[in-house]
Structures are given as structure tokens and as C-alpha cells.
């Protein structure tokens, strides 16, 4: 039984295979057709679609990116600030201690215009010219 | 090239008509590629039937082989920017299948699975049931032997009723390799099923 025709000196077979009727019958009785009638194509098509707007990548994930690096940038980030802080102190120490007059003027019901003319007078005391300015 | 291998007009117009193809799912891979999600949706509606057909005889399964596909298209949209546009997009995604199917059905082939009988409507069949029940061990055990390309050559053909050409675009194979598949195929399935071909009157 064959079903080839083959090249002369190779062994591809070089026309159409001719079917064998009893073997294939014997894998169509067993193997059965693909049920295509019994898929619903719109649905299948819907749950691909949705599978992958699912799947699409959502503008926060670009933060993973940058997760590895988020403490040591972060720690950086607040060293840098507290030597600002520390500086600004060491050298305009006024503007730190004036905040808590400012807030409990405000507090003691003070208008916020003469809470904010507190709070400039005492950042501004060390300066000569915006003190004279002030007075 | 032998005589059958020949262009002929017919085949002229298939080649035209496969470079259209090729065109259009190239134009709709550039507009996935450059955020238009929709035309990923006409890739889908146009290759869903084949890629279901080869996602079924890879698993044999109907349910199985919808979570293929989905599983498949996924896979493909995640790795679109891997795809070359210059060839046909069908075969592309047929190698996902064959390959994701396989691993299913390996990490599956614990599950003692009977393929379905209520979808499916087998022809009438000379075989009683416990004949078929022993055929079809019989198959599925030298199925295995197979690989994959083989096994989905000789069902294509043999149960699809496709043509080598057919078979050959499908996977993207020439069509001379596709006899040669068949033919190692077919010898191994006939010998490991001649009792049971031998019972057919």
C-alpha cells in the first residue's frame, strides 16, 4: 500500500498523497469533527478582547520600574532636605522659631493679616533694611 | 519542481491573494503596534476559526481549546513586537498554539479526559464500543509517539480533509514537507491500527 510518488534518488514525495479511505475513516470515527457549529464565536471573541484589556498595562505598573530605586532615592531625597532644613536654621534661625508665634496668634483669633505681619517681622528682624522698611 | 509544484493560474491567484492577506495583517499589526487596540479585535475575528480547528486537535477538548485560544491571542498581543509583519500572520500564531497546546496537554495528560461525546457527532462507525473504546487507546497511545507537527499533518489531512498546500500554509511548511510528514505518519498509524482497519468491511 503506498501513496507516494516519490523523487528519483530522494524520498519526498513529490504529488498529492493519495488517501487511504479505511485509515482515514477509522480517525474520523474516532477522532470526531472540530465542533465548530458549537462554539459561540461573538462570546469567544469578547473574551479575547477583554482578556487582554485585562492584561494592558496600567499607567501606575510604570512605577515598578522605579520600585527598586524608590528607597535609596527616597532616603536621599530626605537627607537632602533635612540639611536644608538644618542649614536655613543654622543660618535664619528667626525663621524657624516665629512659626509657632504666627500659629497661636492665629489661634487666639487674630486677623490673618497681623498673624502674616508677625510672622514677616520676625523673619525679617535680623535684616536692617526690611525691619526699617517694616517700622 | 515537479509538475504539481508548478504555478498555475489558480495558483497565481492564491499567491495574490495571500500577499493581500499578508498586507492587511500587516497593516493591523502597525496599528496594534502604535496603541489602536481595536485592530487587534479584527485579528482575532479573522483567525479565531483556524486557530480554534488546530487548538481542538491539539487538545481534544471544546472548552480546553477556547482557553487555548484565548490563552494563544494573549500570548500573541504580548509578544506582537516579535512577530515579523513580512510573513503571514496565520502560521505565526498556529506555532503558538501548537506549542502552548502541547504543554496543556502534557500538564493535562494525568486528567483521564474522554473526549467529548456530546458535541461532537462521530460518523456511524463498524466498530462496536468496545472496539472503539481499544482504537481509541490504541490511537491516542501512538498519537504520543507522533510530534507535533506530524500528528496535526496527518489529522489535518487525514480526518480535515485538507490538501498538503492547504496544510502547508496553514503551518507554514512547503508543501513537500508536509507529504513527508504525512507519509511517516501515515506508516506509523497504520501499522500500530492494522487490526483495527483489518475489522472494517
Redesign the interface.
Known sequence: ?T??HL?RGG???????R??P???????????????G??D?DA??G???A???A??TPWWSYMQRWQRRALPLSLAAGAFGASILVHSWLTHPEALTSAPDMVSAVVAGAPVEHAATIFTHAVTSGTPYAADFLE | M?P??SPGPLDSSLADERRAVIERDAALVRRVRDGD?AA??EI??AY??PV??VA??VV?H?EDA?DL??DC??AA??YLDSYDADRPFGPWITRIVLNRGANLRRSRARRATE??TD?????P?A?DEAT?AE??AK?EEVLATLNERQRMI??M????GM??SEIGERLDLAP??V??H??EA?RV??RA?AR??ED?P
Open positions: 500500500m501513496d507516494l523523487h524520498r519526498t514525495p513529490s504529488a498529492e498523497p488517501r487511504d479505511r485509515l482515514s475513516a477509522l480517525l474520523r470515527d474516532l477522532m470526531g469533527p472540530v465542533p465548530m458549537d462554539v464565536w469567544l471573541a473574551r479575547v478582547g482578556a487582554i484589556r492584561r494592558q | 515537479s504539481t509544484d487596540s487587534f479585535d482575532v475575528k479565531m476559526r480554534f480547528q481542538y486537535r481534544g471544546r477556547e485560544v484565548q491571542f494573549l498581543y504580548q473526549p467529548e458535541t461532537v457527532s462521530p460518523a462507525s466498530l472503539r482504537a481509541r490511537l496527518v489529522t489531512c487525514d480526518v480535515d490538501t498538503s513537500g514537507t507529504r513527508w504525512l507519509h501515515r498509524l497504520r491500527l483495527f482497519i472494517e
